[in-house]
């Protein structure tokens, strides 16, 4: 899933690979994928994209924002897999959508689980992206512990350390993936509910926020997820699907998993108590 690291990562990659390219080809979806959200029949976007050059690209919240020619935009996010190939690459058997370009390059769309692509000219009016691409970031310096405390306070104050983090978008760019190892540095459950944090707590969870988001950017996002081109990230994530029932760094005992919200959470019980 593109999350804040990953989207900021790609939308780098994309920049410093695609810029000045013209698109010469659009091929739509080899095969129906359900959760795979297009703004509209994606045979159509041929119309819109090709001969289009692309002008620039970033990575806000969950999406990946493309700039083209003619104010034309292709934006993706979620589990969108955007993956780049090089001159002389075969065309993949599957895909959600296929674009070529002057150089003889393409990229290719694959859906994990679920994501949306959209293409359109001048704007488009949809909730989250218009969040991802105007709401303060987490990693600039406005997002300050002031801003944090503000969020926090205007939240029921039954909700949980998990809903505050990744429900709403309230953060943009923090989903399921991320707030693991938030919560983690922070040393909170992610079923603690906010009104039961103290003051220190709740600075603890501010500076792992802050913290761990620009290790992960650094790292060119996690090590759980896909970059453009096709690399795993080189932040090591501490609790994913990839360290579940490992040690715990701290204190050796064993990493949990819980299903909670519509997703895993993955917790140390010793470090992280409920
Ligand atoms: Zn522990």
């Known amino acids: 899933m593109i999350e804040l690291p990953e989207a900021i990562t790609i939308g780098k990659q994309v ?19 359900k959760f795979t959200f297009f703004n509209s029949d994606p045979n159509l976007f041929r119309d819109l994209l090709v001969g289009k050059q692309i002008k620039s690209a970033e990575g806000k919240g969950i999406f990946v924002d493309i700039r083209l020619s ?38 290719s769309f694959t859906t994990r689980m679920y994501g949306g692509i959209y293409v359109f000219k001048d704007s488009f009016d949809n909730k989250y992206r218009t969040q991802s691409l105007e709401s303060i970031s987490p990693l600039c310096e406005e997002f ?67 913290n761990t988001l620009q290790a992960m950017t650094d790292g060119g996002g996690r090590d759980t997820e896909s970059d453009f081109f096709g690399n795993k990230g080189k932040y090591k994530t501490i609790l994913s699907k990839n360290t579940y029932g490992m040690s715990c760094p701290h204190c050796n005992d064993k990493i949990h998993k819980d299903a909670y919200m519509g997703g895993s959470v993955y917790f140390c019980p010793t470090c992280q108590k409920l």
Do not use: C, W
Request: no cysteine; proline share 4%.
């Open 15 to 33: 920049q410093d690979t695609l810029v000045n390219l013209t698109i010469t080809e659009v091929l739509g979806p080899t095969h129906l994928h």
């Open 70 to 107: 003619d104010n034309t935009f292709l934006s993706i996010f979620d589990g969108i897999n955007m993956k780049y190939a090089g001159p002389n690459t075969e065309i993949p058997d599957k895909y959600q959508l296929l674009i070529t370009f002057d150089n003889d390059t393409f990229i």
């Open 144 to 210: 300050n512990q002031a801003y944090f405390e503000e969020l926090i306070s205007k939240e029921k104050k039954d909700i949980s350390a998990k809903a505050l983090l990744a429900s709403e978008q309230r953060i943009p760019g923090v989903g399921n993936g991320v707030l693991q190892d938030i919560l983690f540095n922070a040393g909170i459950h992610p079923k603690r509910k906010i009104f039961s944090l103290s003051d220190r707590e709740k600075s603890n969870l501010f500076q792992a926020l802050k």
